[in-house]
């Protein structure tokens, strides 16, 4: 939701002109606090982000910035690339990650290479390292056309204004739409500030700055872009992620929001998160004995995955990825006692539990991580994996290695967290502090793109609320350490969980203390299928 923009980032910052800021808190699912600034590029102001600040705060506080004498921020005297700098660190929070469009990306840039402790990541949108070619630097817009193209503004701004609407929308599969969206938009830019800033645009010369880039930098490109060519991406640091939008032209944000916005997330999460996989096995092996009786909604939701498998084809080759104590393994032998079956774990001491309380003596037992599966190429006709794939720090490796070994017209069923997860926990220990306490977990839109992305085809997914009610606060977590389900962020904490901190943490519970004196905790649950 949209705040007054006359709030003010609550970290420590240089005087902020709130002229230039608007600010867009983040919702009941903050997963960090470290805010994300978007800034614009030439030819408009904050709107051309139009819906993108505000689904991007459903997570994370998230901030748009005026440039000088864009918008309602004011004209300052020079425009040089340094002036620029300069005015950004008066008004950029002490620390944040940078989302910058075509000159805007280039300031961040610039900005990031000069001052490296205070961006945590570099998102950069249809961004060139120099917008107009010259003799060193052919991946751009040739001088003759730059040149034409601000004589325009010289003669009239408003005309040079609707040129440049169709020159973004060029080529995009929305171009008709977007041309209607951009000029329905008001840029409100000071003549003199537009031409000062195309001058710069022309002047500013990235191919040194990016190699001091020390921050996590994603680069997002539309392939159908006529002012940035996609072969600019191909001279980016092999350090930089890159995504393609192969339908879009400059403004990929606008024609494939969804996309982008997934990306942009998983960007963010796996900067700032990672999960410490040894420290996640060693956690899961000690809760082996107790997993069971405290594993409710993880039994819940393996039984409605098995209640989903059909019986009518009889798989001939099981595996269940991330088995834990075995349940289900012996479930799936059951239901489908002609096949062989594996359980699959990367935790060495929960595999042993397994493999020592489950009677059947045909099921085979393999130690490993899902991405790096030790099976062969095209040897499963059934994946089963049941609250598991969220303890992976990038999901595409291991759905890989899941379309690997599956069979051709192999299923995959899955059920994992969804990102509304524990979201009264994750709300009260903002309020306690600003560490990372609970895990994260991506949305349905993430694991679509990241199925198809893999090859999977008949997707199915959806989305289930459980709620589990605990008579104390000090019984949801007991229960949550029980079954393993602790937070495992390698970077995750700046202060020592003690008795202060929890006493804390049981006081601000109790605002979602039911009439029955019950403490409530939400379990989204994504339930999904895939063929290959």
Not at 84 to 100: E, K
Not at 277 to 303: E, L, M
Not at 317 to 337: E, Y
Not at 423 to 432: A, M, P
Request: hydrophobic share 40%; glycine share 6%.
């Amino acid at each position: 939701m949209l705040v007054d923009n006359a709030i003010t980032p609550d970290c420590e910052s240089p005087m902020l002109d709130n002229r230039s800021l608007i600010f867009y808190p983040a919702g009941t699912m903050k997963l960090h606090s470290d805010p994300i600034v978007l800034i614009h590029g030439w030819g408009a102001n904050s709107e051309i982000w139009q819906t993108l600040p505000e689904k991007l705060s459903e997570y994370v506080d998230v901030y748009t910035l005026d440039l000088p004498g864009f918008g309602a921020s004011p004209s300052i005297e020079q425009y040089t690339e340094q002036s620029l700098i300069d005015w950004l660190h008066s008004h950029l929070p002490q620390a944040c990650y940078l989302i910058g469009l075509s000159l805007g990306g280039m300031l961040c840039r610039s900005f990031a290479a000069q001052y490296p402790e205070r961006v945590l990541g570099l998102v950069t949108i249809s961004t060139n390292l120099k917008f107009v070619a010259d003799s060193q630097y052919q991946m751009a817009m040739p001088m003759a056309d730059f040149a034409r193209f601000s004589a325009i503004w010289d003669q009239d701004p408003s005309a040079c204004l609707n040129r440049f609407s169709g020159l973004q929308a060029q080529g995009d599969q929305q171009q008709r739409q977007l041309i209607r969206q951009l000029r329905s938009m008001n840029s409100g830019i000071d003549s003199i500030a537009g031409r000062d800033m195309l001058k710069l645009l022309a002047d500013i010369d990235g191919t040194q700055q990016v190699t001091k880039i020390s921050c996590p930098s994603l680069s997002v490109f539309g392939a159908q872009d006529y002012l940035v060519p996609i072969k600019a991406s191909s001279q980016l640091p092999k350090s930089h992620e890159i995504l393609v939008v192969d339908s879009a032209a400059h403004l990929p944000h606008l024609s494939c929001e969804v996309q982008v916005l997934d990306k942009i997330r998983a960007f963010i999460d796996q900067s700032k998160y990672q999960l410490d996989k040894k420290q996640v096995a060693q956690s899961f092996g000690r809760a082996a004995k107790t997993y069971d009786s405290a594993a409710h909604i993880q039994k819940w939701s393996g039984d409605k995955l098995l209640e989903g498998l059909s019986t009518e084809k009889s798989p001939e080759s099981i595996v269940d990825l991330g088995c834990g104590t075995g349940t289900q393994v012996a479930l799936l032998k059951r239901k489908f006692p002609q096949a062989q079956v594996t359980g699959v774990d990367f935790s060495a001491p929960m595999l042993a539990y397994a493999k020592d309380n489950q009677e059947d003596c045909s099921i085979k037992w393999l130690c490993c991580d899902a991405e790096d599966l030790a099976l062969d190429d095209q040897s499963e006709d059934l994946v089963f994996s049941n609250f598991a794939l969220q303890w992976c720090n990038d999901l595409n490796p291991s759905l890989a290695e899941i379309h690997r070994v599956l069979n051709a017209e192999g299923q995959f069923h899955f059920a994992i967290p969804g990102p509304k997860t524990l979201w009264e926990l994750r709300q009260v220990w903002g309020q306690v502090d600003q560490d990372i306490h609970i895990n994260r977990f991506v949305s349905s839109c993430q694991w679509r793109a990241a199925l198809e992305m893999a090859g999977f085809s008949n997707i199915e997914l959806t989305n289930t609320t459980k709620i589990e009610y605990h008579p104390s606060v000090k019984d949801l977590l007991w229960n949550l350490k029980t079954v393993g389900a602790t937070n495992h962020n390698s970077g995750k904490s700046k202060h020592l969980t003690g008795k202060k901190h929890i006493k804390r943490l049981y006081e601000a519970y109790g605002q979602f203390e039911t009439s029955q004196g019950t403490f409530p905790a939400t379990w989204d649950i994504i339930f999904g299928y895939a063929v290959k």
